[in-house]
């Protein structure tokens, strides 16, 4: 049984890939979607397509890395349902890259969007569900949260962060308050987010990877992940999910 219809889940980084296929799922089982990126053409055109579908969507344009932006997302979220349910902090950035390359800049744009933005997402919601002693916090991590690749050493360390983060949000609200939170670990999935890396030897091993590499994930796999974790019973607390390719080692 789902218990997923009537829930107030706010997504960041929805206007492409998990986001927006997470949002669609949730959605089309009552979900009350509340759609935060930074992309707000995106973001009205997957609120139409989901009332469209009979759906309940709103959007707030939100940068995950202003922390009154993010407070502003919530705020907004209990102004129009009265209630937060479920937050997936799932923005997320991936400019791998190699250190002695020093992409100083992008490895400050992953510190802040894949570490603060989350922080920042259980600042807003945090307090609203301590009152009500009720909440789920869903952070998307990766795989690489799991083990260290080469050119990955900040990405899988915002990654490993995150997971830290989460383990101890739960071991301190879940016992007391009944706020669960929840680590979903993708391996690599056919999203945009290999478009943010500018180092020229990533890009060609990628490139080079052959018509036998990598065969990624599409985004509904880990959608569907997500949707199991949010369609538990208060009483049924999903600590972590990975899911990889079949082709991913």
Not at 82 to 93: K, P, R, T
Not at 152 to 159: D, E, L, R
Not at 169 to 191: D, W
Not at 209 to 221: I, M, N, S, Y
Request: charged share 25%.
């Amino acid at each position: 049984m789902s218990h997923i219809n009537g829930k107030v889940v706010i997504i960041t980084g929805a206007s492409s890939g998990i986001g927006e296929s997470t949002a669609k799922k949730l959605a089309g089982d009552g979900a009350k979607v509340v759609l935060a990126a930074r992309r707000e053409d995106r973001l009205e055109e997957l609120k139409k397509e989901i009332t469209n579908n009979g759906g309940e969507a709103i959007i707030q344009k939100t940068d995950v890395t202003s922390r009154e932006q993010m407070q502003a997302l919530a705020d907004k979220t209990i102004e129009e349902y009265g209630q937060i349910d479920v937050i997936i902090n799932n923005a997320g950035l991936m400019p791998l890259s190699f250190l002695n390359k020093l992409k100083i800049d992008e490895w400050d744009k992953m510190v802040d969007v894949n570490i603060k933005g989350v922080l920042y997402g259980i600042a807003g919601v945090l307090p609203h569900m301590e009152e009500r002693k009720s909440g789920h916090i869903i952070n998307v991590s990766s795989v690489a949260g799991h083990e260290i690749m080469p050119a990955g050493a900040v990405y899988c360390g915002t990654k490993f962060a995150v997971r830290a983060i989460t383990e101890g949000l739960r071991k301190e609200m879940s016992p007391s308050t009944n706020i669960r939170a929840t680590i979903i670990s993708p391996g690599a999935v056919a999203t945009e987010l290999t478009n943010t890396i500018t180092d020229e030897d990533v890009q060609e091993k990628l490139n080079n990877r052959g018509p036998k590499g990598l065969d990624p994930l599409d985004p509904e796999a880990i959608a569907d992940a997500i949707y199991y974790a949010v369609g538990q019973p208060d009483s049924v607390s999903i600590n972590e999910v990975l899911v990889r390719p079949t082709s991913q080692g």
